[in-house]
Each structure stands twice: as C-alpha cells, then as structure tokens.
C-alpha cells in the first residue's frame, strides 16, 4: 500500500490528477484503496483501476503526462515501450543492489543488527533492502557469526507475524528455503573478492 500511495502523495501535492492501478498480485490490497480513496478524494480528479494484464495494457495506451511505476523489470519493459509511442516521461522504481560495507572498525554487533533488521524488515519486501554486504577481511569470519545470529531472530519474528499476498509467494519462499530456519546458513553465500560478501537473494 505505501508503495502505491507514496507516489499519490506526491502527484496531489504537485497539483496533478491520477490514476491509480494496484497490482493484482495483492488483490486485498486493491480492494482497500478502490473502496476508501473515493471516499476522500475527489472522483473527478483521482480513480482506482482494478484488474490485471488487459486492464493494465488499455491503460498503457494512453497518453499520459507521467507514469510511476513500482515492480519488477520484466513489466517495467512493457511500461516503458508503451510510454515511449507517446514520449510520456516515466519513473521506474524497480529497487537496486543495495551494497552494505563493513570496516575493520565496526561495532559488529550492532552492524549485524543493523544490516539483518534492514534486509529482512517487511520480510525482505523493500526496495532499499541490502542485497550484499562487503566485509574486511579480518573481520569477516565474526561479522557473518553474528549476522547469522542476527537473521535467525529477525526472520522468526517477522515471518511468524506476516500474512503472504499470494499462493506464488508462498511458492516462491518455500522454494528458496525461507521457512527451513534450522539453516540460516541457506541465507549466506561467501564469496572471496577484494574482502569477503556475504550475499542473499531478494525474495521478489
């Protein structure tokens, strides 16, 4: 919802009209904001668009004078070549690889906090989530001691009190092992570079 409302915000404090298209891959969530936005702002200015591929390609092609879009870069494609008949400016918001660096002169403790409450927080579901972390070697071996501590409490937390959007969701944390908790090192991969990476994978 914050993903889908933070750009709003923005468009309404800048004077513009919007429309609005949630995905369809968190339906409840559409549902939500179809019901209750009408009954704040003014339907003349601002819709809702519920539905998925045809609804989502009939907007396409109109002529917008903007379009935000947040997800993954497959869709982000298809926006893009849909914008670009019309030369409507887009945003893509799409997250990134987010690198984390720890020094030889961190408190790793609080750095393995930090980093495993700042990858798992939303249950991994966040744009700004680290996707890897450049550690100095001779501290390598104690950070990633503690942010396996750290992952392990974190997750428990967090999964236990989540409820998954979809059944491909399910499906696609079951597959990577997100609820084999015996086995944080399932989390972790470390790779010799230039220090030492301690890397997992996005679970969108």
Same mark, same amino acid.
């Given at each position: 919802m914050m993903l889908t409302l933070s750009p709003l915000v923005a468009a309404i404090s800048? @004077?513009?009209?919007?429309v609005i298209k949630p995905s369809e891959v968190s339906p409840a969530t559409g549902e939500v904001i179809a019901r209750y936005l009408p009954e704040y702002l003014d339907r003349k200015a601002f819709s809702v668009v519920l539905g998925a591929v045809p609804e989502t390609t009939a907007l396409l092609e109109q002529p917008w004078d903007h379009i935000f879009f947040t997800g993954g870069t497959m869709v982000a494609k298809i926006v893009m070549t849909a914008a670009a008949k019309h030369l409507t400016p887009v945003v893509l918001e +799409? @997250? @990134?690889k987010?690198?984390?660096?720890? $020094? *030889?002169?961190?408190? +790793?403790k609080v750095a393995a906090r930090r980093i495993a409450f700042g990858r798992w927080v939303n249950c991994g579901q966040s744009c700004t989530a680290p996707d890897y972390v450049l550690v100095f070697k001779d501290v390598a071996a104690e950070? +990633?001691? $503690? +942010?396996k501590e750290n992952a392990g409490r974190v997750l428990w937390r967090r999964i236990r009190k989540t409820v998954l959007i979809s059944a491909g969701s399910s499906a696609l944390i079951i597959s990577i092992g997100w609820l084999s908790f015996s086995a944080v090192e399932r989390f972790f991969t470390a790779v010799s570079m230039i220090g030492t990476i301690? *890397? *997992?994978?996005?679970p969108y």
């Amino acid at each position: 919802m914050m993903l889908t409302l933070s750009p709003l915000v923005a468009a309404i404090s800048a @004077g513009n009209c919007a429309v609005i298209k949630p995905s369809e891959v968190s339906p409840a969530t559409g549902e939500v904001i179809a019901r209750y936005l009408p009954e704040y702002l003014d339907r003349k200015a601002f819709s809702v668009v519920l539905g998925a591929v045809p609804e989502t390609t009939a907007l396409l092609e109109q002529p917008w004078d903007h379009i935000f879009f947040t997800g993954g870069t497959m869709v982000a494609k298809i926006v893009m070549t849909a914008a670009a008949k019309h030369l409507t400016p887009v945003v893509l918001e +799409l @997250g @990134g690889k987010n690198p984390t660096i720890v $020094h *030889s002169s961190a408190n +790793l403790k609080v750095a393995a906090r930090r980093i495993a409450f700042g990858r798992w927080v939303n249950c991994g579901q966040s744009c700004t989530a680290p996707d890897y972390v450049l550690v100095f070697k001779d501290v390598a071996a104690e950070f +990633l001691k $503690h +942010l396996k501590e750290n992952a392990g409490r974190v997750l428990w937390r967090r999964i236990r009190k989540t409820v998954l959007i979809s059944a491909g969701s399910s499906a696609l944390i079951i597959s990577i092992g997100w609820l084999s908790f015996s086995a944080v090192e399932r989390f972790f991969t470390a790779v010799s570079m230039i220090g030492t990476i301690a *890397s *997992s994978r996005r679970p969108y």
